[in-house]
């Protein structure tokens, strides 16, 4: 099967002209005569497009391959990279006989014992699943996504020979090494694999839900549990209009420019406040509410690919928005080495003026025509200069940012991204730093101390009256690795305690 998979791989290939891409760069000459061979046939189209059209006829894992790779503006030339994000994951639907197969062998039952109703015909397919509507026993609508049968076997062959091609490309291309090709097939692989478990990705949707919960913005499907397995994921069905369609949302009297505003806010909501946000926002995978309690509201589906950030992504990516748009490009350098995601030994005054070089034009355009995620997008380029390494979150930021602007812009092409974002981000910031943030810091780690602050009397007379005891030792060394803030918190409590009367002077006044 793999022999007949990597001839159908040359032949289409060669069809496309991918020879010529990478031959025509092969850097030691030993393969020159080759190169001359491949300039022997003639394209009209560009080598950017004759690369998403082979990949569109390897079939759906290439095609998800050639999407994930658009989101890596920052190691693509931008037109290849436009052109790889016109690819559309679009395949045919598998029998239903083969659905309801998978749900036997999944429940152990016939479906008609599992649902109430199990409609044949599937809503939506892809390559990973497909997607059909259903009744679970009491009523209650849901729809039903089957992993595809066979998949697994298919992706892992089709990941060896990408992997397998990663290293040709290292070897044969002198940008290979600095693209890093490998990695990013790794990356892919990652991504991909986590899409096979859809007990993860209902996890992902369960999250997502309960941090929204209450929300007048976005609405996220209910997970019904003891209907799903690693191959079916069982979900409340949603009712709602795609958001590209927009005429049929004007249609039910939807406010578009307030439906871009949510969009925005939604983002740096999931972003900011959770550091848990749903990835894979394009225009398929959201859908608008047009009737009932929750008219108006954005719908999310598909939670495959969920991004996190901690606390340290979060204040880099607030800190980094904040000094861009007050042209504070020191502040910006700093951001990056405060974070560790440049050396230590980086020249700050070398580094403000590689951003200000690349910043300061954009400036004398209007503000609502900044892209944020160019923005970031051109940060990471000149990071990379000074021996930025690539962050795996911020990739999926980056990408989920381009697609949220996208969609904001379509709806409103009037939207001012930054006189959105700015209130939000100020917020943030004001509750990060400050008493209020060194309260709610001290308020989250109290329960650590408690656990840690009656053991540590006993260790240090351990420590004192025996030097070389080794188990003391250990457990002090256990006991910091647990917490190494431990130290600076206990300081920070004192200083709470000691200067009481002076916070509570400060809250009189202000």
Known sequence: MRLIRLVKIISVSLKYGLDQMILSNEPTGRLAWLARLARVRHFSEPSGARLRMALESLGPIFVKFGQMLSTRRDLLPPAIAEELARLQDRVPPFPSEQAVAELEAAYGRPVDRVFARFDREPVASASIAQVHFAALPDGTEVAVKILRPGIAPVIAHDLALLDAFATLLEKVWPEGRRLKPREVVAEFSKYLRDELDLMREAANCSQLRRNFKDSELLVVPEVYWDFCTANVMVMERMQGVPISQLDALRAHGIDLSALSRAGVEIFFTQVFRDGFFHADMHPGNIFVATEGPTRGRYIALDFGIIGTLNDVDKNYLATNFLAFFQRDYRRVALAHIEAGWVPPHTRVDEFEGAIRAVCE??????????????????????????????????????????????????????????????????????????????????????????????????????????????????EIARLSASNRRLSVLLGIAGVLLAGGGALALWQHYH
């Open 361 to 474: 034009p954009i400036f004398d355009r209007p503000l609502k025509e900044i892209s944020f995620g160019k923005t970031l997008l051109r940060l990471f380029q000149t990071a990379r200069r000074f021996e930025m390494e690539v962050q795996p979150q911020l990739v999926l930021l980056q990408k989920t940012l381009l697609n949220i602007e996208g969609l904001g812009r379509q709806l409103d092409p009037d939207l001012d991204l930054w006189k959105t974002a700015k209130p939000f981000l100020e917020r943030w910031m004001n509750d990060q730093i400050g008493w209020r943030g060194l309260l709610r810091h001290v308020k989250d780690e109290a329960p650590a101390w408690a656990a840690m602050l009656p053991q540590l009397p006993r260790l240090v007379h351990r420590a004192l009256a025996a030097p070389h005891d080794e188990l003391a030792r250990a």
